[in-house]
Structures are given as C-alpha cells and as structure tokens.
Nanobody, 122 residues
Framework: QVQLVESGGGLVQAGGSLRLSCAAS????????MGWFRQAPGKEREFVAA????????TYADSLKDRFTISRDNAKNTVYLQMNSLQPEDTAVYYC???????????????WGQGTQVTVSS
C-alpha cells in the first residue's frame, strides 16, 4: 500500500500562487509516477500534471503547462505542484495520485490522496 497526503491548499486571490505538496509513504517503490488531478464543483476530475520519480518523463494538461509546474524531492518522497497566476476557474480540490506511467488517465493511477482544497477569489 501507498499512502498519499496532500497539503498546501488554501484561499488565494486571483493572480497569486500556491505550492501543493504530496507526501508519499509505504511501498512507494511499487510505483514510479506521481500525478496531480483536480475536481471543481459540479465537474469531473481532470488531469493536471504527472512526473516519473526519475524525472525523465513529465506531462501536463495543455491548458495548464504555462502556469503549473510539477517537481519532486525523491529523498523526501514528496511531489510538488507549483501553481502561478491562479484564476477563479482553478478553484477545485486537488488530488495527488501514484501510478506506473505518467498518464493523463485516472484509471492508470492506483493510489490516491484525500485531496486539498484550493480556492481562488476574484
């Protein structure tokens, strides 16, 4: 089993920045990719970004790649999501997930965190 705990969410004004963290514990060697997804109220969960633990493969949602950056600290088993120039439409619960390939598909991820709320005010 792999446990994932997100942190760093909160309330921010439009144009501001936040950095989310996702700490992984347990049998993390069973996975080699970490991803971020988000779910806005009344909408389906959508892919944000993913990166292999080696850093050799990174993928982003096209609409977010200019503002969001995924990174990781292997020594801490932690993956980050730096979010800049936030807009009200970025308001959502952000989830991290662990899987085997840096896929955009939710069903490619095996383990999920509980999510952290990000609210962007106008």
């Amino acid at each position: 089993q792999v446990q994932l705990v997100e942190s760093g969410g909160g309330l921010v004004q439009a144009g501001g920045s936040l950095r989310l963290s996702c700490a992984a514990s347990g049998r993390t060697l069973n996975t080699n990719t970490m991803g971020w997804f988000r779910q806005a109220p009344g909408k389906e969960r959508e892919f944000v970004a993913a990166q292999s633990w080696s850093g050799s493969r990174t993928t982003y949602a096209d609409s977010l790649k200019d503002r969001f950056t995924i990174s990781r600290d292997n020594a801490k088993n932690t993956v980050y999501l730096q979010m800049n120039s936030l807009q009200p439409e970025d308001t959502a619960v952000y989830y991290c997930a662990a899987g085997f390939l840096p896929s955009t598909r939710m069903d490619e991820y095996v383990y999920w965190g509980q999510g952290t709320q990000v609210t962007v005010s106008s």
